[in-house]
């Protein structure tokens, strides 16, 4: 995946999450835009949009950073 691809998903993400949104669900929104993504992608710009995103909106980026690490940790297992 290409840096484009990731900026994309990435805005996506920053666009698509609530405080109430199960993991899910995210993974479900995003995929509706970005259907060949996949979940390690969708992951990876997640960590991408918190960095890039921070500053602007802690909020969202907290929510992505839990979606992040638990999408990395289940990859792992």
């Known amino acids: 995946m290409d840096a484009s691809e990731l900026q994309a998903?990435?805005?996506?993400?920053m666009r698509v999450v609530t405080p109430d949104?199960?993991?899910?669900?995210l993974l479900k929104a995003v995929r509706k835009?970005?259907?060949d993504a996949k979940k390690?992608?969708?992951?990876?710009?997640?960590?991408?949009?918190?960095i890039a995103n921070?500053?602007?909106d802690p909020g969202k980026s907290r929510h992505l950073?839990?979606?992040a690490l638990a999408e990395?940790?289940?990859?792992?297992?």
């Open 9 to 13: 998903i990435g805005d996506t993400l």
């Open 21 to 25: 949104m199960k993991p899910k669900d």
């Open 33 to 35: 835009l970005h259907p």
């Open 40 to 50: 390690r992608d969708i992951a990876r710009a997640a960590f991408h949009a918190i």
């Open 54 to 56: 921070a500053d602007q």
């Open 65 to 67: 950073q839990a979606f």
């Open 72 to 77: 990395r940790t289940q990859q792992s297992e």
